[in-house]
């Protein structure tokens, strides 16, 4: 090998090597990733815990009250969604008893109290009365509000939905509930 030989080679061996530390230092600078995945990490942690730009979770947030809807609640759009509860209930004076008990005269009637209707457990253990409030509730999501319950249905969301259907189920007594 001679002289220019092998100083086109040395020369091509340092090219080679300048060449790949240039790479790795326009890799570096490129995608940098120690540092992100250092940064990203206590910046999340502080994000959730100032509790403000957390992404929102939807909640769980009822039962909405509704004894002020009561008094000024739609009676003919209550009636039209009790269509949802006659596949199980019957809501007439002397009406049968179905998958689910009859409920004419419900509002302050002794919850679990029809005599003859074999309420589950949960309910006939419950106790008190269908007062506003407890149908509100009851009516919001059955099986959270009577852990146990035997009534398969998922509930009225909407604040609206239980205050008409409340005053509406309030009309069918000889002698309505006093509205609050
Ligand atoms: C799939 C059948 C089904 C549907 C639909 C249903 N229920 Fe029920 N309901 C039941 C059963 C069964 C019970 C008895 C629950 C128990 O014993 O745990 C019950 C119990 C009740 C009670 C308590 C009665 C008492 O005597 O203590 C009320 C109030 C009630 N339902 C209202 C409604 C209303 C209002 C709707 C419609 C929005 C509705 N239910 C829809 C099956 C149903």
Redesign the pocket.
């Known amino acids: 090998m001679d002289n220019l030989n092998f100083n086109k080679i040395a020369a091509g061996v340092l090219c080679g090597g300048l060449l790949l530390m240039a790479g790795i230092k326009a890799g570096e600078i490129l995608l940098p990733h120690q540092d992100i995945e250092e940064n990203a990490y206590p910046f999340e942690v502080a994000e959730a815990g100032d509790g403000q730009s957390a992404p929102a979770i939807p909640e769980d947030t009822g039962p909405e009250p509704i004894l002020a809807m009561l008094a000024s609640a739609d009676i003919d759009a209550g009636q039209a969604?009790?269509k949802?509860?006659t596949?199980?209930?019957s809501f007439d004076a002397g009406g049968p008893n179905k998958?689910?008990?009859n409920?004419y005269n419900?509002v302050n009637?002794g919850?679990?109290?029809?005599d003859g209707?074999k309420?589950?457990t949960?309910?006939s253990e419950f106790g008190g009365n269908?007062d506003y409030e407890q149908?509100n509730g009851?009516?919001y999501k059955p099986k959270s509000w009577?852990n146990g319950?035997?009534?398969?249905?998922a509930g009225?969301k909407k604040p609206n939905d239980r205050a008409n259907?409340i005053a509406w189920?309030r009309t069918l007594s000889a002698d309505p509930a006093q509205l609050p």
């Open positions: 969604l009790s949802k509860c596949a199980c209930h998958v689910g008990p409920l419900i009637r919850i679990g109290g029809v209707f309420y589950s949960a309910l269908w149908l009851f009516l009577v319950t035997k009534m398969n249905y009225l259907i189920m």
